[in-house]
């Protein structure tokens, strides 16, 4: 593949089943979107459907569309749309709220259902990756503390540790399907038995998985799971996230934040919480409409195509940017960070580099934009819904001359955000 | 008042000095919307920012928007606007999650301050009204089971009970400034100084009360509060709530949903967390950005006014309401429940009727737009930014007509929404 050129690349889109799904979006002319890993693309019709949310069903239907326009009944609506993507069933998940209230939920949940069944002789340990996007990590400290019965986290630093790190004093099993920082795949299938034979629960977060590789929650018999809809799945700039708890824990579930939403009779108005038992037990309090209906403009797209072929796409893509970047940027201290196995892939590649911050500044100035996380990692995002193959050759040739040619300033520090 | 026909009616509207206010709204033509209690109408800027949003701040900015199109910061800039609405400073109030989500921050930040402050013998008693909204006082349960330290809520009936049920037992009282169902609104000075009095905490709900009422936090000397921008703030559909905590509990500020948005350094992702010093401590997760921005679109709209003036035509529209209901319907069973008195009525009025729901769904279909809630109760919204002294009228004109002929179906009930 090394020995592609640019003429190979343009050959490559002109025969790619999925070319034409890039019509779906609206991508600004001359630029390589390579970080819809961070937020996700504009589907062409978000506009047209921002303005009927507002216009009319806002502005003309006022309160009377939380029924005509179905505003109520659309985290749940969605969350049946969104479910194949994921191998869950319908009336399995909802989108509401954000990924971190989310986990929130699910952890309190998993943790709930151990303490009941292991009444006796509780278990206290929460099992994750130090290298988790750091919201897991801080939702999980916030509960352990908040419970204040001895819940302890149990973080390991790589992947390899985690076998050995679920012993049978683990509670629950927190994990990213895909690591945000280095794109890493975990065993789904594997770690859940590993988990379960140990009689672990586990939360799956699939921030960086959903519509992004193929994800069967149910085939896994996985216990509940979290995500985010604005990367993969295009949903816009913040929206709602997911929730999905499997069937089998649906009857125990429950978690503090017991909002009116996840009420059996939620306009009843009744003066005791009563537990819908249904995924609506889930939900908690009303939901932004404006930003959910935009997430089924991203979900539509998913249903002109299926994961395994944009599985297909996205390895190819990541398989020619890796050999790309290690063939025309040989020499340039470049350290591919994402593992070179399909198997433990997601659908982004990260390379390390000395002035990782420098560089990557110097390739979004030239309309190449990645993002970059400490310490000096240069993400790439892959989205076999828009991206094309001659993309990955144009974002290489603009880093081999930045790299070249020094063209970025060694000196620039990430900046402090705060 | 009572003697007022119609004619009087458009000449206060001439002579009202609040009236080109109207002309910031799309109002559909032929309405007469009562129901900004519960979702406030459409700003006419609103359609615009939603366009901007979608096609040019994601659509074209896509990731970089984050930091150009000030996203990052539009929770705390928009807490900004609204700040004065509610008599609090800048740095005070953020615009985010849920007013539920929001709820269970500030009341899990109050349980915290309270047993740190008593750890030697601490109160385990939470106050509220039964008739509060249901979803606090489901938070309230849900909080309480979860901490699992022997919390309890005290419910009262009546606001006339309150004072007595706020004693030295009490840990945190969490009322609502202006009660959804009756527009009973309660003396928060006065109720906040006996909490105080008896070392209890405060947590505010101004669901109906921000942008409704005058509220000063600061000068009633209030510990928390929270509240919704889609009623009299006129936000969209679901619009991201508000929590404000006053400067002097921000140092202990302490709730369990410590999301990255809440660290001292989000985007350091470092592996502990670390909460941030100002009110981002209150913030969670990813805020969905469409619903957000749309927020300042209704809030704008207070610049060109204030909340005296407001208060003022507020009580006149409801007096209005109040008197021609009882002269032009007089015989029909009508019951006032709202306070008749100007210091405890918010900007609502309720009549209960025996065929409430029937009568409310003639009147809707009518084109008069209020809403109903159990037992009985119709309920009436006034928002003075867009409503006329005419639109009062003719919706008594209305009502009157459907009880004389008794247009009404008796026999239909209200529908279980599930």
Redesign the interface.
């Known amino acids: 593949m090394g020995t592609l050129n640019r003429d190979d690349c343009l050959q490559l889109d002109q025969n790619d089943p999925l070319a034409t799904l890039r019509n779906e979006f609206?991508i600004?002319s001359g630029?390589i979107?390579l970080?819809g890993n961070?937020?996700g693309?504009?589907p062409r019709t978000?506009?047209t459907r921002?303005?009927e949310?507002?216009?009319q069903?806002?502005?003309?239907g006022?309160?009377?569309?939380?029924n005509t326009a179905g505003?109520?009944d659309l985290p749940l609506r969605l969350g049946d749309k969104l479910a194949p993507l994921i191998g869950a069933g319908a009336g399995e998940v909802v989108i509401s709220?954000?990924?971190?209230?989310n986990l929130?939920k699910a952890l309190?949940a998993a943790v709930h259902s151990q303490a009941t069944r292991q009444a006796t002789s509780p278990r206290r340990i929460i099992v994750t990756e130090?290298s988790n996007?750091?919201?897991d990590?801080?939702?999980a400290?916030?509960?352990s503390?908040?419970?204040?019965?001895g819940y302890q986290l149990r973080?390991v630093n790589t992947p390899d540790e985690l076998a050995a790190a679920i012993d049978d004093d683990v509670a629950v099993v927190m994990l990213t399907h895909v690591n945000y920082?280095t794109g890493h795949m975990l065993d789904m299938a594997g770690l859940t038995e590993l988990a379960h034979a140990n009689q672990a629960l586990v939360v799956w977060d699939l921030a960086h998985s959903a519509g992004a590789v193929p994800v069967d929650l149910t085939a896994a018999n996985a216990d509940y799971a979290v995500g985010?809809t604005?990367k993969y799945l295009n949903g816009?700039?913040?929206?709602?996230?997911f929730i999905w708890v499997a069937p089998r824990h649906l009857p125990a579930f429950r978690?503090?934040?017991?909002?009116?939403?996840?009420?059996?009779?939620?306009?009843?108005?009744?003066?005791?919480?009563q537990r819908?038992s249904g995924i609506r037990a889930a939900l908690?309090?009303?939901?932004?409409?404006?930003?959910?209906a935009?997430v089924e403009c991203g979900l539509d797209i998913f249903a002109q195509t299926d994961m395994a072929a944009l599985r297909r796409k996205s390895l190819a893509l990541t398989d020619l940017f890796i050999s790309l970047v290690e063939t025309m940027c040989v020499g340039h201290g470049l350290q591919l960070v994402t593992p070179r196995c399909h198997e433990q892939r997601g659908s982004q590649v990260s390379f390390s580099h000395p002035h990782g911050y420098a560089v990557m500044r110097a390739l979004?100035e030239q309309g190449v934009?990645g993002?970059y996380?400490?310490p000096g990692i240069m993400r790439f995002g892959f989205t076999p819904l828009y991206l094309r193959y001659v993309d990955v050759w144009d974002a290489v040739l603009a880093l081999k001359r930045i790299l070249d040619e020094s063209a970025y300033d060694a000196q620039v520090q990430p900046e402090?955000?705060?």
């Open positions: 609206s600004p630029l979107y970080d961070s937020l693309a504009q978000a506009a921002a303005q949310v507002v216009a069903e806002w502005g003309e006022l309160i009377r569309s939380w505003w109520f709220d954000s990924t971190s209230i929130f309190a130090a996007f750091p919201t990590v801080y939702i400290q916030g509960l503390t908040w419970l204040d019965r973080l920082r985010c604005y816009g700039p913040g929206a709602p996230a978690h503090p934040l017991s909002g009116w939403w996840s009420h059996a009779q939620p306009f009843a108005m009744l003066p005791e919480y819908h908690c309090g009303t939901q932004p409409m404006v930003s959910m935009l979004i934009i993002d996380r400490d402090a955000v705060t």
